[in-house]
C-alpha cells in the first residue's frame, strides 16, 4: 500500500488557474459543476467528525462519490497541496498545518482507482474576495448575478442577495448538520432545479452531496460551490480568514449594499493597522 501511495500524484493549481478555468468553461459549457473539498469534508471522507457536520456512513458514501467523479466539467478543489500565494498566511488561506495527514486520507479515498492530475484551488472565491476583489465583481457579474439562481443553505435569501444579486429560489436548511435532514429538503431541490440556470449550494459538507445528486441527474445547470464567504456577509466569524479581514468583503458586496458610512472607514484602518502589527509581531517572535 506504501508503493501505491508513493506513486500516487495529488496536485492543486493556484487561484488564478483556477479562476481562469472556471471562467472558460463558464463562458463556452452549458453545464459546469463546482466542489470544493476543504479539510473538514477530507475527514468525513475518512469517518470523522467535522466541525459542523457529524460523520455518518451515508454521509461519508455519498461525499466519496463525489469526490470520484471524474470529468472535465466538474471541478474539484482540494485544500491539499496547494501553493502559497501573495498574501497567504497562517490563519488567512496559508496550507493546513496537517496537510501530510490530509493527503494521506485523500490518497486512501483515491487507492482503488488512483489517477494522478490536478485539482482546483479551494479557496478561490475566498482569496479573490479579499485580495483580488476587482477580477472578483468582474467574474460575478458575468457568470453569477445576472443568471436565475437557486440558493441551498442555512443564510437567508435577504443576506445572501447582497453578494449574489437576486435570489429567483430558495431551499433553506439547518445552519449546520444539514445532511442529517436532506430527506426532508432534497425533494424541494429536485422540483426546483429545471426553473433556475445556476445553484449555489450553501450547506457545508451537504453542499458536495447536492452537486454530487445534481450531476447524477443530469440536470443542465450551473452549480458553484462558494463555501462560507457568505457567513462574512452575515457578519459570523465562523472562519479565521473572517476575523481577520472580512472587513475587506464590502468592496464585493453589489454597490448598493456597500456601507459607506464614515465609522465604517475608522474601522476598516482600525483592522487593517491591527492586522498589520499582527504580522510584524508574529515575523519578529519567529525571528
Known amino acids: 500500500m506504501e508503493r501505491v501511495f508513493s506513486f500516487m500524484i495529488i496536485a492543486t493549481r493556484a487561484t488564478t488557474e483556477t479562476i481562469d478555468r472556471l471562467d472558460n468553461l463558464l463562458s463556452s459549457e452549458d453545464r459546469v459543476f463546482y466542489t470544493r473539498f476543504g479539510d473538514g469534508?477530507?475527514?468525513?471522507?475518512?469517518?470523522?467528525?467535522?466541525?459542523?457536520?457529524?460523520?455518518?456512513?451515508?454521509?461519508?458514501?455519498?461525499?466519496?462519490?463525489?469526490?470520484?467523479?471524474?470529468?472535465?466539467?466538474?471541478?474539484?478543489?482540494?485544500?491539499?497541496?496547494?501553493?502559497?500565494?501573495?498574501?497567504?498566511m497562517h490563519g488567512l488561506f496559508a496550507p493546513h498545518h496537517n496537510n501530510e495527514e490530509l493527503q494521506r486520507l485523500v490518497q486512501e479515498v483515491l487507492l482503488p482507482?488512483?489517477?494522478?492530475?490536478?485539482?482546483?484551488?479551494?479557496?478561490?472565491?475566498?482569496?479573490?474576495?479579499?485580495?483580488?476583489?476587482?477580477?472578483?465583481n468582474n467574474f460575478f457579474d458575468l457568470h453569477i448575478r445576472p443568471k436565475r439562481k437557486l440558493l441551498v443553505g442555512g443564510i437567508p435569501s435577504e443576506i445572501a442577495c447582497k453578494l449574489y444579486g437576486l435570489i429567483d429560489e430558495y431551499i433553506e436548511t439547518p445552519m449546520s448538520d444539514a445532511y442529517r435532514s436532506v430527506d426532508t429538503w432534497w425533494p424541494e431541490v429536485e422540483r426546483l432545479v429545471n426553473k433556475v440556470d445556476l445553484v449555489i449550494p450553501s450547506a457545508g459538507a451537504a453542499s458536495k452531496v447536492i452537486n454530487k445528486r445534481l450531476w447524477n441527474l443530469d440536470a443542465?445547470?450551473?452549480?458553484?460551490?462558494?463555501?462560507?464567504?457568505?457567513?462574512?456577509?452575515?457578519?459570523?466569524?465562523?472562519?479565521?480568514?473572517?476575523?481577520?479581514?472580512?472587513?475587506?468583503?464590502?468592496?464585493?458586496?453589489?454597490?448598493?449594499?456597500?456601507?459607506?458610512?464614515?465609522?465604517?472607514?475608522?474601522?476598516?484602518?482600525?483592522?487593517?493597522?491591527?492586522?498589520?502589527?499582527?504580522?510584524?509581531?508574529?515575523k519578529i517572535s519567529s525571528s
Do not use: C
Not at 494522478?116 to 475566498?126: D, M, N, R, T, W
Not at 458553484?224 to 457568505?230: A, F, K, Q, Y
Open 41 to 88: 469534508d477530507i475527514l468525513l471522507m475518512s469517518g470523522r467528525d467535522d466541525k459542523y457536520h457529524n460523520s455518518s456512513v451515508d454521509l461519508r458514501d455519498e461525499l466519496v462519490e463525489s469526490f470520484l467523479i471524474d470529468d472535465e466539467q466538474y471541478l474539484r478543489g482540494l485544500a491539499v497541496n496547494y501553493p502559497l500565494e501573495e498574501g497567504m
Open 113 to 136: 482507482n488512483p489517477k494522478p492530475g490536478k485539482f482546483e484551488s479551494h479557496i478561490v472565491f475566498h482569496y479573490y474576495a479579499i485580495f483580488r476583489q476587482k477580477e472578483f
Open 220 to 282: 443542465e445547470v450551473n452549480s458553484l460551490d462558494i463555501g462560507s464567504l457568505i457567513d462574512g456577509i452575515d457578519g459570523r466569524g465562523t472562519r479565521k480568514w473572517i476575523k481577520l479581514k472580512g472587513h475587506r468583503m464590502n468592496a464585493v458586496l453589489l454597490p448598493e449594499y456597500r456601507d459607506k458610512s464614515l465609522s465604517r472607514y475608522f474601522r476598516f484602518f482600525w483592522k487593517e493597522s491591527y492586522f498589520q502589527l499582527r504580522k510584524m509581531w508574529k
